[in-house]
């Protein structure tokens, strides 16, 4: 008879005086009560509670970051696996490689390879979980010049599902199992297994060149989004932007790589010619800039939406934004776009999952408040912003769920619906690892609309 599987690491329960901390997440707009949280020290504490989950017949959800911005990495009388202390930074500079551990945060990984001179492209919300962000392409101020997270990925541990109540660690690169390498590069995290170390390019990095320009208001919002969205995309490869407003004002962030104050002036001179807006410069190493991208507000509730942009939103469009943006439910409500073109249209050795290389640009409306009885108002105005703006888009991005879409496959994953659902029938057959979204076993099913790519 076989002996039954017992959890190791910590083991959090409901009535453990820390349980509601533990079971939390980022976005208190989500609550769910597990039946237990492991904190998983170890790989081998992965594989115990992946195999004591299956003997139990519980359901399971990996988490690390906790920023599942739908609260999917928890769920009510399952078992949460948490990884986000699994921390781990090995650097190979021959190589130009770190291995590094699952349960890094964004805003951990920048300095502890900074500190080395190295950088890989991340986000630019430090308190993210870097594994979800490779896993679902990843973007921020390096991105086109290094290429998406995803594109720097070369290797990965992860912990599947083995037979009828068992589980297994196995070894992900190009050259075994290199079909969910290409799976893990913008599939999405979750789909799989539970990844517990991720092997990623690195660059090195000297000082870079940063600004951000600030309006007061919305006057100039209208120009703004006419001139970025023209000519961030084709900028040097050099030079990643973003804009975003919030209820009072705009603001612009851009980051040059190998170049200087002049050339970063020179190349933003159409939108720093607007208005008279206000400037911070900074050349530093890229640790001490990203502390000042890593802004993100401190409000408890959150819904977002998400779209890639693959052509210049017309007059209609930019009205449209500025008319919702003048009506938000809460000041920290906003509108953010970020620059693709780049590196971003050159798919890594091996491919990716990720499909929205030919993209201009990415946005994303998002409803931010802080008392509870505006949850009503900030989600109708974040769904009716983000359904109004659908026209004008061309596919949506799986870290920022449009929940619910009822054409989420082909929104997130494009062409690659199919490959991916081989993918999901080869690793996990069983469906171990499902959530609202997750990619299904089975057939593809054909989307009654139109995909639009």
Same mark, same amino acid.
């Given at each position: =008879?076989?002996?039954?599987?017992?959890?190791?690491?910590?083991?959090? /329960?409901?009535?453990?005086?820390?349980?509601?901390?533990?079971?939390?997440?980022?976005?208190?707009?989500?609550?769910?009560?597990?039946?237990?949280? *492991?904190?998983?020290?170890?790989?081998?504490?992965?594989?115990?509670?992946?195999?004591? !989950?299956?003997?139990?017949?519980?359901?399971?959800?990996?988490?690390?970051?906790?920023?599942?911005?739908?609260?999917?990495?928890?769920?009510?009388?399952?078992? *949460?696996?948490?990884?986000?202390?699994?921390?781990?930074?090995?650097?190979?500079?021959?190589?130009?490689?770190?291995?590094?551990?699952?349960?890094?945060?964004?805003?951990?990984?920048?300095?502890?390879?900074?500190? /080395?001179?190295?950088?890989?492209?991340?986000?630019?919300?430090?308190?993210?979980?870097?594994?979800?962000?490779?896993?679902?392409?990843?973007?921020? @101020?390096?991105?086109?010049?290094?290429?998406?997270?995803?594109?720097?990925?070369?290797?990965?541990?992860? *912990?599947?599902?083995?037979?009828?109540?068992?589980?297994?660690?196995?070894?992900?690169?190009?050259?075994?199992? &290199?079909?969910?390498?290409?799976?893990?590069?913008?599939?999405?995290?979750?789909?799989?297994?539970?990844?517990?170390?991720?092997?990623?390019?690195?660059?090195? @990095?000297?000082?870079?060149?940063?600004?951000? &320009?600030?309006?007061?208001?919305?006057?100039?919002?209208?120009?703004?989004?006419?001139?970025?969205?023209?000519?961030?995309?084709?900028?040097?490869?050099?030079?990643?932007?973003?804009?975003?407003?919030?209820?009072?004002?705009?603001?612009?962030?851009?980051?040059?790589?190998?170049?200087?104050?002049?050339?970063?002036?020179?190349?933003?001179?159409?939108?720093?010619?607007?208005?008279?807006?206000?400037?911070?410069? =900074?050349?530093?190493?890229?640790?001490?800039? +990203?502390?000042?991208?890593?802004? $993100?507000?401190?409000?408890?509730?959150?819904?977002?939406?998400?779209?890639?942009?693959?052509?210049? +939103?017309?007059?209609?469009?930019?009205?449209?934004?500025?008319?919702? =943006?003048?009506?938000?439910?809460?000041? !920290?409500?906003?509108?953010?776009?970020?620059?693709?073109?780049?590196? *971003?249209?050159?798919?890594?050795?091996?491919?990716?999952?990720?499909?929205?290389?030919?993209?201009?640009?990415?946005?994303?409306?998002?409803? $931010?408040?802080?008392?509870?009885? @505006?949850?009503?108002?900030?989600?109708?105005?974040?769904?009716?912003?983000?359904? &109004?703006?659908?026209?004008?888009?061309?596919?949506?991005?799986?870290?920022?769920?449009?929940?619910?879409?009822?054409?989420?496959?082909?929104?997130?994953?494009?062409?690659?619906?199919?490959?991916?659902?081989?993918?999901? &029938?080869? +690793?996990?057959?069983?469906?171990?690892?499902?959530?609202?979204?997750?990619?299904?076993?089975?057939?593809?099913?054909?989307?009654?609309?139109?995909?639009?790519?």
């Amino acid at each position: =008879m076989t002996t039954p599987t017992e959890l190791t690491g910590e083991v959090v /329960r409901p009535g453990d005086p820390d349980y509601d901390a533990a079971r939390m997440g980022w976005n208190k707009l989500h609550s769910r009560h597990p039946e237990a949280i *492991v904190f998983c020290n170890d790989t081998q504490d992965v594989v115990d509670a992946v195999k004591w !989950a299956r003997e139990q017949g519980i359901a399971l959800r990996a988490r690390s970051g906790r920023h599942n911005l739908e609260g999917w990495s928890s769920l009510d009388g399952g078992v *949460v696996i948490d990884v986000s202390r699994m921390k781990s930074v090995q650097i190979d500079e021959t190589a130009r490689t770190v291995k590094v551990g699952t349960g890094l945060t964004q805003k951990e990984t920048v300095p502890a390879l900074g500190n /080395r001179g190295f950088v890989v492209p991340t986000g630019s919300e430090g308190a993210v979980g870097l594994g979800g962000v490779v896993l679902g392409g990843g973007f921020g @101020l390096l991105t086109r010049k290094l290429g998406l997270a995803c594109d720097n990925l070369l290797a990965a541990e992860i *912990v599947v599902a083995d037979g009828p109540n068992s589980a297994k660690v196995i070894e992900v690169n190009e050259h075994s199992n &290199a079909d969910l390498l290409w799976a893990c590069r913008g599939g999405g995290g979750g789909n799989f297994g539970i990844a517990t170390s991720y092997t990623l390019k690195l660059h090195e @990095l000297p000082n870079v060149d940063f600004v951000i &320009a600030h309006w007061d208001g919305h006057g100039h919002l209208p120009e703004l989004l006419r001139i970025w969205q023209r000519e961030a995309p084709i900028a040097d490869d050099r030079l990643t932007s973003s804009l975003e407003a919030d209820s009072t004002m705009i603001e612009l962030s851009a980051v040059l790589l190998g170049g200087s104050r002049e050339e970063l002036d020179e190349h933003l001179r159409p939108l720093l010619a607007i208005g008279n807006p206000g400037l911070t410069y =900074m050349n530093d190493p890229w640790p001490t800039i +990203y502390q000042h991208v890593d802004r $993100a507000p401190e409000v408890p509730f959150w819904k977002f939406y998400s779209q890639f942009v693959t052509r210049p +939103y017309p007059e209609e469009a930019i009205a449209l934004i500025v008319d919702y =943006m003048a009506n938000t439910p809460s000041p !920290a409500s906003n509108f953010f776009c970020s620059s693709f073109g780049g590196a *971003v249209r050159n798919a890594p050795h091996g491919g990716s999952a990720f499909p929205h290389r030919d993209a201009l640009f990415y946005c994303e409306p998002g409803a $931010a408040w802080d008392e509870p009885a @505006l949850e009503p108002q900030a989600l109708r105005w974040a769904s009716e912003f983000s359904e &109004a703006l659908r026209p004008f888009g061309a596919g949506a991005y799986v870290n920022v769920p449009n929940f619910p879409s009822p054409d989420w496959e082909h929104d997130y994953y494009g062409s690659n619906v199919e490959r991916l659902r081989q993918a999901k &029938a080869t +690793y996990d057959p069983q469906n171990v690892f499902s959530f609202e979204q997750s990619i299904p076993v089975g057939e593809p099913i054909r989307s009654p609309g139109t995909v639009r790519r």
